[in-house]
Structures are given as C-alpha cells and as structure tokens.
C-alpha cells in the first residue's frame, strides 16, 4: 500500500497513551520489570541517561570509522542494498555521502550541511557493529532486538522532517555524539487532549518511543556531528 494510504486508514490511537503526559521523564537505574510494566508498550516516551556507559561506540563511531568499514573493506559490498535515507540531501546512496570531501565530512564553515541515515540490513556488516554497542539493558529480558539496526548521521541543521513510521514494535535510538532535539506531537485524533513536547538528547542518553504513534521529527543542535543507532524491539 502507498504511505500516504496507509497513513489515511490507520486506525485511530487511544488517547490515554499521552492524555497526562506534559514532559519526557529522564530516568536512570530503570530496571527491566519496571520498564515493561509501566513503559515498554504503553507509548510513554522516555530518556534514558545511563544505557550506554559500557559502549565502545560513543569512543569509536564517526564519520571516518563509517567510511573505512563501508568503502575501504569487502564488507561494504555486502551492504550496497540496504535502504537508506538522503534527506535534504542530494546523495544517492550511502556510498557516495561516504565519498563527500574532508571540510563537508568535518563540518567546516561554509560548506553545505548534510544529514543521512541508513540501516545494517547485512548480517556482516551488524556482527561488526554490535561489537562496540549492546541492548540496553532496560529492555525486558524477554525483549529482542529487531534483526535490523539504524544509524542517523549529519551536522547542525534539520534531521528528520515530521512523520508518523509505519514499523512494527516501538523503538530505542541511542545519541552517541552531537546534541539532537526531538519534537514529538500526538496523532491528529488526539490534538485537543494531548501536547506536543521536545526534548535534547545528550551524548550517552536513550530515548524510547513508540514512532507508530508520535509524530515526531528531529533536530541537529550547534556543535559536534551528531551519530545516532536505534532498533525496534517487541
């Protein structure tokens, strides 16, 4: 079914997921019973602040880590199909964002700002990748991840535009670097009992939310490149 159809006969949202929820929580020590019974399925968004402080990836991830594993080894070729997202962007494909010249790569003043994303739909390249992150340790321990992981990439400037996905579980994305302001606003059903809120995530923190049912879109905030990797999970 075309996207737009298939947000046209959605079926309309309970709004008792958002109806007393005026802020995001940030929360820490969450343990994997609490989690799945007061926000693991319910469609509270929340941050996480502490999920990620065993991660290798917040040291290793970046631009340059990217472009060596996906262009400069054989696993690379393994991943030419996975789905990617150029935004605003006029790259067509993973590849050739990878190929952008040093200054663009680093950000420099003046040169034009960029922002992609991109999944490790290849089981080589994800066994690569896992190696410096896990599954937060919050989710229950009956929780698997989703097989297939995503990584959003870019400077200052606009991320994602505003959108409701069309996925199957809710979803965690963790902010590796840069700073990243997401808006998020309740479906139109719920617009006069609900509010639409935002919230920075920092290096370090997780947010969870259900994108099947928050609209939401994405912000790059000043200063370092922003890296993100999320899954869903059921």
């Given amino acids: ?132 992150y896990s599954k937060p340790y919050f989710l229950p321990h009956s929780a698997e991840n989703n097989a297939i992981d995503w990584i959003f990439m870019g400077g200052p400037g606009d991320g994602a535009q505003m959108h409701v996905d069309n996925v199957v579980h809710p979803s965690w994305q963790a902010q590796l670097k840069g700073r990243k302001r997401w808006y998020l606003a309740p479906p139109p059903e719920c617009l006069y009992s609900c509010t639409s809120m935002n919230v920075v995530m920092h290096p370090g923190e997780v947010i969870v939310v259900d994108t099947n049912r928050w609209y939401h879109k994405t912000e790059v905030l000043s200063g370092d490149i922003s890296i993100t990797i999320g899954a869903e999970y059921d």
């Fill in 1 to 132: 079914m075309p996207n737009y159809l298939t947000k046209a006969t959605r079926p309309p949202e309970r709004c008792s997921m958002c109806t007393n929820i005026k802020t995001i929580q940030r929360l820490s020590n969450l343990t994997p019973e609490e989690f799945e019974d007061h926000y693991a399925y319910s469609g509270v968004p929340i941050v996480v602040t502490d999920a990620t402080l065993s991660w290798e990836a917040l040291k290793v991830f970046n631009f340059w880590f990217f472009k060596k594993l996906y262009t400069e080894t054989e696993l690379g070729e393994a991943a030419r199909d996975c789905q990617f997202f150029p935004y605003k962007t006029e790259f067509g494909s993973l590849y050739e964002a990878l190929e952008m010249n040093n200054e663009r790569a680093n950000l420099t003043n003046g040169t034009k700002p960029w922002y992609i994303g991109w999944s490790n739909c290849h089981d080589s390249i994800a066994r690569v990748l896992r190696l410096y």
